[in-house]
């Protein structure tokens, strides 16, 4: 299977668990939303302190976030990106992060990557959707970038890789913080 399949498979997975958790939140809640975009405070860490709930219901107001319930699991795959080494460990498309090598990322292109996946303004929005296909996240720390990709396609993630990529990074490794911070049983 080529990785863009995959990616594409992992993608499909999700969001097919997300419109589930999506419509049984619907049947649950007398009033609610799901993708409602919040604007945070200073202090967040989140990229432009903008972040997408998956679910907020109304009376009384509550937020509500998709544990998926299955999880693909995989032999680590690598390869290569361009000019760098590419490990996917785990990927899990609502919780990714991107270990890099790279220096300095440049700002120009994760902001308008975030805009365009993010989408603040709503351009792209299609009430005929069933998903807004937008990330709900975007952390950026020295050397690894968090994004939970929410309901975006594919595209999202191969055009943060390419801007890893372009920074320089010689070396990618691919994981989640749930791989990271296993709950024990």
Sequence with gaps: MENTDFVTQLREHYVAQFIDFVEHQQKDSAKGASEVKLKLSDK??????LYCVDFIKNEPTE????????????DPISGGFGQSSLL???????????YHDADNLPEDQLSQWFTKWFD????????DNQVGEVIHSLVIEPHSV????????PT?????LAILESAKTTSMRITSSSA???VDP
């Design 44 to 49: 967040s860490g989140i990229f432009d302190h």
């Design 63 to 74: 937020i509500v976030e998709l544990q998926p319930e299955n999880i693909l699991v995989f």
């Design 88 to 98: 996917i460990e785990h990927l899990r498309w609502d919780d990714v992060i991107i």
């Design 120 to 127: 603040p303004q709503d351009i792209r929005y299609n009430a």
């Design 146 to 153: 968090s994004i939970d990709f929410g309901t975006s396609q």
């Design 156 to 160: 999202a993630f191969w055009d943060m």
């Design 180 to 182: 990271e911070n296993p």
